[in-house]
């Protein structure tokens, strides 16, 4: 298989960049949505052939969604840190110290 036209890889890397625009006829959004769970959680294209489709659908927005909260409400330190709230399998929880 030959490779793509130079314009057309351009193209790709512009839609990767912007997210705006088609993509180039030969890159579904298929392999992008594989190569995501890849880049991410490391997981081989098969593996992704096996989600159903509502995982499919859904477990991308959780991932966005976790680093989202993360980076709205990152961990407090981890020794003699200041009460904050934190992430914890995925769930929001709030965590106090206690007065000595």
């Not at 625009?21 to 991410?40: I, N, R, Y």
């Not at 966005?64 to 929880?93: L, Y």
């Amino acid at each position: 298989m030959d490779g793509p036209k130079p314009s057309e890889f351009r193209r790709l890397v512009a839609f990767l960049r912007t997210g705006k625009g088609p993509l180039p006829g030969w890159v579904s959004a298929e392999m992008l949505l594989k190569d995501e769970f890849a880049e991410t959680r490391g997981w081989h294209p098969r593996q992704v052939d096996d989600l159903t489709l509502d995982e499919l659908y859904q477990l991308p927005l959780i991932i966005r969604a976790k680093a989202e909260a993360r980076r709205e409400h990152p961990a407090p330190p981890a020794a003699g840190g200041a009460a904050g709230t934190r992430i914890v399998g995925g769930t929001m929880a709030a965590s106090r110290r206690m007065p000595r």
